[in-house]
């Protein structure tokens, strides 16, 4: 969406790219747009496991398996932090679009969530949640209690430590960890998103357990709500294999009268989760899927990308699928003028005039920019798998 591109790989360095219009011969005036290799950011001691870049294109964080990540100034080639707080690979990171969170996910079965201090003189990120453990409440048949959407009980948390509310319906708390390490799902491909509005964002390689039995275990994928990080706000059920990737349509779609989704937004994201032999397609009309692709490698899926109505997916096996979804399968997308102000800032990029500019987001402040993004809400209970 904008005018650099990051690679990176088993030297622990990772390289910045810039498009630009060269001559295709000495002489000749005919010109071609060539990707030409920028920059270099060193600092990791072993591979680069996933990168992320900031919506502004001025920083950059790197996740390797050295355990850390890294948080880059690009315009300056400079180390700003890093972050070593897991215990065995950082396999996948993501930046929030108002550059107030960083998140990384590791193969210790932890998520952590960076906030930025928000400082007016330096960027500076401190640990805010440690995402690993879920909280249910289980009935008398020890099943996961489920809230009508009605019960004034469904959204208030307290339910869970508040004694005389347990004891007269007659539940208790229950307790079990969220994610996979790497001796049960061996892969480097955590890769974690946020929503291209800054809203929700959404967690793969996810354990979900309906109760204290270890055999009643689901492959999820958690979504979180960006103001209630400490709990699941919904949950996506994988069908066989185990979530690996997840990646977010870059545009928003019209919502129509008659949508009622999951995801309680002006208007409608599209996107994918890969796991480790599938791609199922998600529009936040619906928790049930979009589509299911399948049988299209004979490896492992390792990551997503997506290109208008085009999405390709990577394998293990050395090859690229190239996913086409015919004209208004996924929607309408939204134009810029079309945007709600609050968010239209995050999609300079549409105008392009505008985003050649780069005019600061606008001249905003990201901290009052924050202030003003729409809060979804859920029609779903969270402890809820369909």
């Given at each position: 969406m904008g005018t650099y591109m990051a690679s990176a790989g088993v030297d622990s360095t990772a390289m910045i790219w810039s498009c630009k219009n060269t001559f295709v011969e000495m002489g000749?005036?005919?010109?071609?747009?060539?990707?030409?290799?920028?920059?270099?950011?060193?600092?990791?001691?072993?591979?680069?496991?996933?990168?992320?870049?900031?919506?502004?294109?001025?920083?950059?964080?790197?996740?390797s398996i050295d355990n850390s990540s890294i948080l880059w100034n690009v315009e300056k080639s400079q180390q700003l932090q890093r972050f070593e707080g897991h215990k065995n690979y950082v396999s996948g990171v993501t930046v929030d679009p108002f550059f107030k969170y960083i998140i990384t996910q590791s193969t210790d079965k932890?998520?952590?969530?960076?906030?930025?201090?928000?400082?007016?003189?330096?960027?500076?990120?401190?640990?805010?949640?440690?995402?690993?453990?879920?909280?249910?409440?289980l009935d008398e048949e020890q099943k996961v209690a489920v809230f009508d959407k009605d019960d004034e009980d469904a959204n208030d948390l307290s339910v869970y430590?508040?004694?005389?509310?347990?004891?007269?319906?007659k539940l208790t708390v229950f307790s079990?960890?969220?994610f996979l390490d790497d001796t049960e799902v061996f892969s480097f491909s955590r890769r974690l998103e946020f929503s291209p509005d800054g809203s929700?964002?959404?967690?793969?390689?996810?354990?979900?357990?309906?109760?204290?039995?270890?055999?009643d275990v689901f492959y999820v994928s958690y979504g979180f709500i960006r103001n209630n990080i400490s709990e699941p706000a919904f949950v996506l059920p994988s069908a066989g294999t185990c979530p690996l990737v997840i990646r977010f349509?870059?545009?928003?779609?019209?919502?129509?009268?008659?949508?009622?989704?999951?995801?309680?937004?002006?208007?409608?994201?599209?996107?994918?989760?890969?796991?480790?032999?599938?791609?199922?397609?998600?529009?936040?009309?619906?928790?049930?899927?979009?589509?299911?692709?399948?049988n299209i490698h004979y490896a492992e899926l390792t990551d997503l990308s997506w290109s208008n109505d085009k999405l390709l997916a990577s394998s293990r096996d050395g090859f690229v699928t190239l996913v086409s979804f015919d004209d208004q399968d996924l929607g309408t997308v939204l134009t810029k003028e079309n945007i709600p102000d609050n968010v239209s800032h995050l999609f300079e990029y549409l105008d392009l005039e505008s985003w050649k500019t780069k005019n600061n987001l606008n001249g905003e402040k990201n901290a009052d920019i924050e202030q003003k993004v729409i809060q979804p809400t859920f029609t779903s209970r969270k402890n809820k798998v369909q």
């Open positions: 000749k005036t005919e010109m071609e747009m060539r990707w030409c290799a920028l920059k270099s950011l060193r600092g990791h001691f072993s591979e680069i496991s996933d990168v992320a870049w900031s919506r502004d294109e001025k920083y950059l964080v790197t996740a932890t998520v952590k969530v960076m906030k930025n201090t928000e400082s007016k003189t330096n960027v500076k990120f401190y640990l805010k949640n440690n995402i690993y453990k879920r909280r249910c409440l430590d508040s004694l005389e509310m347990q004891k007269e319906k079990h960890r969220m929700f964002f959404i967690v793969p390689c996810g354990v979900y357990q309906t109760g204290p039995e270890k055999k349509h870059p545009g928003l779609f019209e919502r129509k009268e008659k949508d009622e989704p999951f995801v309680d937004l002006p208007y409608i994201m599209v996107f994918a989760i890969a796991t480790q032999d599938q791609i199922i397609v998600y529009t936040t009309r619906s928790q049930e899927p979009y589509a299911i692709i399948g």
